[in-house]
């Protein structure tokens, strides 16, 4: 980081090894968007719970940070947003992250709970898991968003 005094939300995060992310796959930075988002949403709804006693507002900040670090870092697969990272503004989730999301989460779901953990097992090991993988793209699904917008459009309209 150049210069650490400066919070810039998706380019800030408080990871130890932020290059060890360039390591990751597609799969593996969808897994720890989701897992980070849900820790976050729990820590602020379930206040009441005892374990949520022991997370301060500096580590939700962080936690903040990072995840949004990490929706930006998307960018590597091929995600657009449309404004850059601002000190002052959260990363806009765009429809293409919306949509890069959505696929890894609809694919993931339609997994059973045993065929998922066969998933995670294999790749964990380090074998094959082109079987387990969806097939087109996350593009796809943008694309016929796109389409969807289009017809939805008043005749003379089209973009």
Known sequence: MENEDIRIWGIYNTFGNPEALEQLDEIDIWKKIDNLGSSIFLAIHDSDKPWTQKVSKQDLIDAQYNLEYLVYFTRKFGVEFTKEPSANEHVERSESYN?????????????????????????????????????????????????????????????
Do not use: C, T
């Open 99 to 159: 949509a890069w999301y959505r696929f890894w989460y609809n694919h993931f779901e339609s997994m059973s709970p045993e065929e998922y953990n066969q998933f995670v097992d294999d790749k964990f090991s380090g074998k094959d898991i082109s079987k387990y993988m969806p097939s087109g793209s996350w593009k796809d699904s943008l694309k016929s968003e796109e389409k969807k917008l289009v017809h939805k459009l008043p005749s003379g309209h089209e973009n």
